[in-house]
């Protein structure tokens, strides 16, 4: 089969096609058949060497954490699915790739209420976004809640997340996002950077302030938002965060209570019950060539949504495992 990595570190151009044998499930795994991955700004920094020192990798390094596909062989002792299944999978290296192998507990049936698209840029945002809101934020029907960044992947679904929770939302995004914002129907809107202006109603007056901006980048702002007993979740740095003494602050990162599974299981929920909207920027071609593009894409930074590589894949009519 067809991997797509590096062998060495540099730019996008460093990405190239690489052999290797098709993968076998070992027990309580599954074999898929990729027919989309995501790309996200970690695979950008593997690349770069940035995690060389936190995380060093024996060449060749092949990333992707996103792959949306079909069951293709059973290890021993999986009941629960069926060749053929049509899943997401959540990972932590080697999904540009035309076969991955993935745990049961890191796999779930793709919604009928999701495309393929959706599908392969819903699981690592998508579990960022639940640790945000859920894991970490503690998120309780009824509270007040600020996302930041809200136009972006993970802040669309935080924004979403708490909605479909019974908190109200302020969105914090760019102006330039307006239509995009529209479709998530937040309570409030804060562009800022257009006419609207900080509301001093808004002081001190959240629950839960999830900074899902870039970096985490929003320290003093978050600060300003929420309550003097309140919790701020972020993408970045804790430590950039100015907030009293009595406001609880908790990175993103590390392992959750909550499989991927039962993440990815919730969010097939909200898409069937109530509605998911996955921001996806570009479709890119499955290739070593589009892996290129894509990463160039990361490099220059903006992008408004996540960048996939998903491949014609014609018919599809079951995405849920049967009864037992």
Known sequence: MQAFGFDKFGGPAVFQTIE???????????????????????????????????????FPIIPGQDVVGKISALGEGVTDYAIGDIVMNHRPLRGYSEV???????????????????????PNVGTV???????????????????????????????????????????????????FIHWLTPDDVYYYDGVA??????????????????????????????????????????????AAAGVTLRAAGGKQETSDHDILMYFNHMADTYGLTIRVADNVPFSAAGVQQAHELLDQGGVPGKIVAVRPHGRTTRHTPPKQ
Request: net charge positive.
């Open 197 to 242: 202006k900080r509301d001093n109603a808004w002081a001190q007056r959240f629950d839960l302030v999830v900074d899902a901006a870039t970096m985490g980048a929003n320290g003093e702002l978050a600060a300003w938002l929420v309550k003097p007993t309140g919790i701020v979740t972020t993408v970045g740095e804790t430590s950039t965060i100015p």
């Open 20 to 58: 290797k044998p098709t993968p076998t499930p070992k027990a309580g795994q599954v074999a898929i058949d990729v027919i989309g991955f995501g790309f996200n700004p970690y695979d950008a920094s593997l690349r770069r060497g940035d995690q060389a020192t936190a995380r060093p990798l024996p």
């Open 100 to 122: 991955v192998t993935a745990s049961l507990a890191k796999v779930a049936p793709k919604s009928a209420a999701l495309s393929f698209l959706d599908a392969a840029a819903l």
């Open 129 to 179: 976004a639940y640790a945000l809101v859920h894991s970490l934020g503690q998120l309780q029907k009824g509270q007040n809640v600020a996302v930041i960044g809200a136009s972006g992947s993970v802040g669309s679904l935080a924004v979403q997340l708490a909605k479909y929770a019974g908190a109200r939302v302020l969105a914090i995004a760019g102006e330039r996002h307006k239509d």
